[in-house]
């Protein structure tokens, strides 16, 4: 990750985004120029009728670059700049990830360590180190359902997200993919690539060409266009087999076989094969984000601008960090039974509790009950903390899960009250109905200032 990448990744803010720019400019700026991408970001212009280019690209790729060796640069800023791979370095080693430097000398994962030397016999090559690799994907991931709970990982560093719902909170999809572009290096200190497109074919295609540390938007009136132009390979699920059938045929682009009638396809490759690469050559993909069973969850978080080691600073933003799960649960329809702390020290290393509630809740005065039990178990005294986040997993729809009134319980009608907030939010904007203590730090008017009592369980 060097200097000039992240400079060409310039972070935006959403003022900028949100001044009628055209995405075009930043994406072009520094970049070589790729007729794929050129026709692609022509399209993202804004276009006449005033409609935002991206309200039809609900489906977001994001992908960390060179992920195995941006985690150990962090912590090796000697290194930046230069080629580093990560692998075994044994006789039998094989490369599992590569700098972008690295790449320049032919080096690309799973070739032989042995091989990658002789390209470049400055390399450096450091052992994979997983445990941290597992973290920094977790602190993603949780960035991503912040955003919203339909996130698919494909692997530790790679998802497609579902933004539609998100949109009325954060803004457009291409709004919503520098703000998590922004968090990703402010939070991780890594860079990735988004792409934005209507299907999850196209979005995936979108990021691979935005790498390192881009974005791309594919609207949907641009994607035969940006398609294509593309070798078949491109195509999902085109391996050498496929690629040499299709070879034969004559056929070298994505445009070539969306030209070639569908029956001889078919005969070429068979009925699933041959439709399905019809299919794919127009754009069709009909494949909706699928969340994996039982890790959907809504979480919000917050990095310190500087780190805190005051309990009342932490307690506070505990509350409002509570509130805002709260508030997402009741917008998106959810109840959640499990509560999370998670707490990030000055040194990076992040740990999380939870607890997993009798009944399933989107009532922020719960949460926030309980993870404030979460917290002062923690004892840190002064420690000095560089985040801290809740989440709420366990999640089922409102609908389905009638709250239980249990009788050693003060039900007191919350719910009732925070509705009547999200209510009078909608009215009057964000902020108009409070916790008094979010309000003035130096009062505390006992919501949840107290110590709060263990609750029988
Ligand atoms: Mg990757």
């Known amino acids: 990750m060097s200097r000039s990448q992240i400079t060409r990744g310039a972070r935006l803010t959403q003022a900028d985004i949100a001044a009628d720019r055209s995405v075009d400019a930043r994406l072009d700026a520094g970049r070589p120029a790729n007729d794929g991408i050129a026709s692609a970001r022509k399209g993202s212009a804004r276009s006449d009728n005033d409609q935002r280019d991206d309200d039809d690209c609900p489906i977001l790729h994001i992908d960390m670059d060179a992920f195995f060796a941006s985690c150990e640069l962090r912590s090796r800023p000697d290194l930046v700049g230069k080629p580093v791979i990560v692998g075994g370095d044994g006789s039998r080693g094989v490369v599992t990830a590569a700098t972008y430097e690295a790449r320049r000398f032919g080096i690309h994962s799973a070739m032989p360590m042995s091989r990658a030397k002789r390209l470049c016999p400055q390399v450096v090559v450091l052992p994979p180190n997983f445990a941290l690799y597992s973290e920094v994907s977790a602190g993603v991931m949780a960035i991503f359902r912040d955003v919203t709970p339909l996130v698919e990982p494909l692997s530790l560093d790679e998802a497609f997200l579902d933004v539609s719902g998100a949109r009325r909170r954060l803004g457009p999809p291409a709004v919503i993919a520098e703000m998590i572009r922004s968090r990703v290096y402010d939070e991780q200190a890594i860079t990735c690539s988004v792409g934005v497109a209507s299907t999850k074919f196209i979005a995936k295609l979108a990021s691979t ?65 041959g439709t399905h690469l019809a299919a794919l050559a127009w754009g069709r993909d009909p494949r909706s984000v699928q969340v994996p069973e039982g890790e959907k969850s809504v979480g919000a978080e917050e990095t310190f601008p500087r780190d805190i080691d005051d309990p009342e600073v932490i307690r506070r933003e505990l509350l409002r960090l509570s509130e805002r799960v709260a508030v997402r649960l009741r917008r998106q329809g959810y109840v959640g039974r499990t509560v999370v702390l998670k707490v990030r020290f000055a040194d990076f290393t992040t740990i999380t509790r939870s607890r997993t509630l009798r009944s399933a809740t989107d009532v922020s005065h719960e949460i926030y009950a309980t993870v404030r039990e979460l917290y002062e178990a923690l004892g840190l005294q002064r420690a000095r903390l560089r985040l801290v986040g809740v989440r709420a997993e366990g999640l089922l729809a409102a609908a389905d899960a009638p709250r239980q009134l249990l009788l050693d319980e003060p039900v007191a009608g919350w719910r009732e009250a925070e509705q009547a907030v999200d209510r009078a939010t909608a009215r009057f904007g964000r902020g108009s109905v409070q916790p008094a203590r979010l309000i003035d730090s130096g009062v505390d008017d006992g919501f949840g200032g107290a110590p709060v009592a263990p609750r029988p369980r």
């Open 209 to 273: 060409r935005a790498k390192p540390d881009g974005l791309l938007v594919v609207p949907a009136d641009r994607v035969v266009a940006f398609l294509h132009p593309l070798a078949v390979g491109a195509l999902w699920g085109v391996g050498d087999k496929t690629e040499e059938a299709l070879q034969r045929l004559g056929l070298a682009t994505v445009g070539d076989v969306a030209n070639t009638p569908v029956d001889t396809l078919v005969r070429a490759l068979g009925q699933s094969s």
